[in-house]
């Protein structure tokens, strides 16, 4: 496969993520939402700031932003060599920088981590399996979702591996692991503070 395929994946896919469900919702309702909360248009601050329906609306958006381009590529291009995991990384990874510095918004957005859910299950779903449920225990355990979700982006470059896909998959999840930590660069410190926010449950 040519070297241009790559960059028009990329590109593509930079612009597609840069489609930020949760601020254009907040415009609907007339809030910013990066001055609000935490300050990004991710779905657990919309959820925060607009309530569960429109969170739940905004999870399942960026869910299918990651998932549906990511598809699109693994069953429509040669598998040969895995040529097609390969662009669908290209993708992903171009949908985690458009979702996290829109340029729609001023390179402003979300964390990254529903596209990333999204993406895994038609590149890495055995991967999406283990992360959701890691997810899971940790959210529960802790009521965090920062917490939640570093421990699930983590987990992803030892399961691609344990798995045996591709070395180009294991890749693909430390970048992701970059991309992701550097979002919630402040919530690592706020978790090292004692200080994150948690979601409580109510009466």
């Known amino acids: 496969m040519c070297w241009y395929w790559y960059i028009i994946t990329i590109v593509i ?3 597609v993520g840069s489609l930020s469900f949760g601020a254009f919702l907040a415009q609907i309702n007339k809030v910013d939402i990066f001055s609000i909360g935490s300050g990004n248009s991710g779905a657990t601050n919309v959820k925060r700031v607009l309530g569960s329906r429109a969170g739940i609306l ?3 958006l960026d869910f299918l932003k990651g998932y549906i381009p990511t598809l699109i590529i693994v069953k429509n291009f040669p598998g040969e060599d895995h040529l097609n995991i390969r662009l669908a990384i290209f993708g992903l990874i171009g949908i ?3 979702h996290g510095f829109s340029i729609f918004y001023k390179f402003r957005g979300g964390k990254g981590i529903s596209s990333t859910m999204g993406g895994l299950l038609s590149i890495m779903p055995n991967t999406l399996v283990i992360g959701i449920f890691l997810w899971l ?3 529960y355990a802790t009521r965090i979702v920062s917490m939640a979700s570093l421990c699930f982006t983590a987990s992803t470059i030892l399961t691609s591996y344990l798995f045996a896909y591709p070395k180009d998959c294991v890749i693909c999840a430390a970048i992701i692991n970059v991309i992701v930590f550097w979002q919630h660069r402040t919530n ?3 978790l090292i ?3 994150e926010y948690k979601f409580t449950k109510k009466s």
């Open 137 to 139: 225990v940790i959210f």
């Open 58 to 60: 905004v999870f399942i």
């Open 96 to 98: 985690l920088l458009g």
């Open 188 to 190: 690592i410190v706020r």
């Open 13 to 15: 896919s930079y612009f």
């Open 193 to 195: 503070n004692g200080t």
